[in-house]
């Protein structure tokens, strides 16, 4: 089983990907039958590894793709950090995608890709190697395509196109470093740190530069973030997805490997390239936030929003300080929580009563009361109120930040919490303290729909339970703890 385990994670998504696709517009009640049982077999399968590394067990597959090339798939508690949220946001994103669309058009095609691009996140958490982590780094750009241009119409297609260009641009450059780097020294696995030690700095310098511009254009780093604010035209299970779990995810995943687990920390730290990349994160962090200030449209500000936010994952992991980089690891989990709840709340407001446009909130919260209340939680998160998950990211970030020597990082931090504050508070209050225009009778409940109103509610309460219970063995935070006592102390 410790071999097979890890290749029994991913057919859990690979699977359904692959029989949905053959399915009748028709057969929605096997559609989803077969996509709940992907969800909860993954599920099943994540605890049963969950309780096994935490007991010091391992689990690791290799296939022999070519002479000297391997598909490996590890197990390591980096892994499992980021297999575990994307197993959780993929079964409630599943549910949340059913209600959503419920009778729409081309949905075996839109589920199929929908499975196999979780499939391709599967596979990056578990990539033991470089080349089994560009296989499914570009397998994600492939599948998620599709769900960015699914409503077929040309803001869409616009979106898509630029979408690949992006995406394109920045596996060539991964690629390009890869190859480099592996004709250099053989191939690179994530287990075998301290592979590079023996090459000059200058090329460590620029294969370091190629890898990260690769990664930050998913990460959405500034200036590469141009495709996220608009594949917004996505519908918005594709935004929840994009935005918590799967692309932008894995671009800060990616930096944080090849940080500790190709690099190491005293090699990045020896060659001087981890300052310059918390002052990029530091930078992509202020500017996101200042962009979404400017928004009107309610998902263009939650864009702008994760392009501020995962930056914090990158900028914990360059600062070399144990706290800062358990607040990041943490982050990872933390933002995916707080910002799916946002994307379930305004996909929601959009569907039930046609609210995309901040001027459009007024008095929201009166009309669908629980779906407000999801967001705002996440909302105040986001902020870094106690005692939600955000707040735990961001103190462990600004201790670190000073057990670091890098106490510039506290004013990052804290103008960050301020336009938070800024670009959040205003929607609720209209939400909530103004009355709305619109009669308060309705003609039916915006909140009739429990599978709508069940998973924002469910994640919101993650939030929060991540923050009030961040000392429980489970939890993110202490999860991302374990990560740097066993397994990235310098």
Known sequence: MTRALPLLVLSTSLIPACLIFFLAEKSARMRTVINLSGAIAKLALVAIMLEGVRSGA?????????????????????????LTLSAFLWFLTTIYAIAYFHNGKDLSRFFGFFSLCVAATTGIALSGSFVTFFIFYELLTLATWPLVIHNGDQASISAGRRYLVYTMCGSAL??????????????????????????????????????????????????????????????????????????????????????????????????????????????????????????????????YSTVSQVSYIVLGASLFGPYATIGGLAHLVHQGLMKITLFFCAGSLAKQIGVTRIDQL????????????????????????????????????????????????LLVLAASSLLNAAYLLPLLARAWLRSSPEPTSEKRNPESDRWLIWPPLITAAAALAAGVFAGFVYSPLSWATLIISETYTP
């Open 174 to 303: 991964l690629l390009a470093a890869i190859v480099w780097l592996e004709s250099l020294v053989g191939p690179i696995e994530f287990a075998r740190r301290n592979a590079l030690a023996g090459l000059d700095e200058w090329t460590l310098r620029l294969a370091f530069a190629l890898l990260v511009a690769g990664l930050a254009v998913k990460a959405a780093m500034v200036p590469l973030h141009g495709w996220l604010p608009n594949a917004m035209v996505a519908p918005a299970p594709v935004s929840a997805l994009l935005h918590a779990v799967a692309v932008v995810k894995a671009g800060a995943f990616g930096i944080v490997r090849v940080i500790y687990d190709v690099y190491g920390v005293a090699l990045v730290d020896g060659i001087g390239v981890g300052l310059p990349l918390a002052v990029m994160a530091s930078l992509t962090i202020v500017y996101g936030s200042l962009r979404a200030l400017q928004q009107n449209d309610i998902k263009r500000r939650l864009a």
């Open 58 to 82: 391992t689990y690791e597959f290799r296939h022999t793709l070519l002479p000297g090339l391997e598909l490996v798939l590890r197990v390591d508690p980096l892994a499992l950090l980021f």
């Open 362 to 409: 007024d008095g929201v919260a009166h009309r669908m009361p629980l779906t407000m209340s999801a967001f705002s939680i996440a909302a105040l998160g986001m902020i870094g109120i106690p005692p939600i998950a955000g707040f735990i990211s961001k103190w462990y970030l600004g201790f670190g930040a000073v057990q670091a020597g890098q106490a510039w990082v």
